[in-house]
């Protein structure tokens, strides 16, 4: 547990980003610190062995999706526009305004189990629309998995399987 509160102090907030009434928590620190950075992936790999994978029918990942593009074969979910090829789209509302992501459609092959991770969790809403372009394809999701929750905003309800954080941030 020390090295999560150490994972923390290592946040950087930035107030009004992207705009009035936002405050951004930024992760580039503890991806610029090679111990940090190391601490990070130990503890997910930790999880999704000890936790993840034993709750799968498969006992097996599959795939893991990462929004936005941050063991398995790994999937990016983009914002439109940015990947090549036939892709799936799924819009989402977010804290300041509606966006779309995209994901190509042959990167998940039907009743692939599939882990969607990213930084942060707020409203839940793009972590939902990664969930619907997997669904979309065929692939299960097994579990997102988060750096940082914001638990107050209350998006892990939003989502279709088990949520994991490392970080719960209530600011």
């Known amino acids: 547990m020390a090295d999560v509160e150490h994972l923390k102090s290592l946040l ?19 991806l610029r610190d090679p111990v940090a950075f190391e601490s990070l ?25 990462g929004l936005d593009a941050r063991g398995a074969a790994f999937v990016p979910v983009r914002k439109k526009g940015k990947l090549p090829g036939s892709c799936v789209t799924a819009t989402y509302e ?5 966006d779309s992501f995209e994901m190509q459609e ?4 039907a009743g692939q189990n599939v882990v969607v991770v990213d930084d942060l969790i707020a409203t ?12 979309k394809v065929g692939g299960k999701v097994l579990e997102y998995l988060f750096i940082i929750e914001l ?11 088990p949520v994991y954080s490392m970080i719960q941030a209530d600011d």
């Open 12 to 30: 950087t907030v930035h107030p009004d980003f992207p705009k009035k009434g936002v405050n951004f928590l930024d992760i580039f620190p503890i």
């Open 41 to 65: 992936i130990t503890h997910l790999v930790h999880h999704l062995t000890s936790q993840t994978i034993p709750r799968s029918s498969s006992k097996k990942i599959d795939v893991v999706v």
């Open 94 to 98: 977010k804290e300041y305004g509606a």
């Open 106 to 109: 042959e990167a998940i092959k």
């Open 124 to 135: 839940g809403g793009s972590a939902k629309a990664a969930g619907q372009l997997v669904n």
């Open 151 to 161: 638990p107050f905003l209350k998006g892990a309800q939003q989502l279709d399987a």
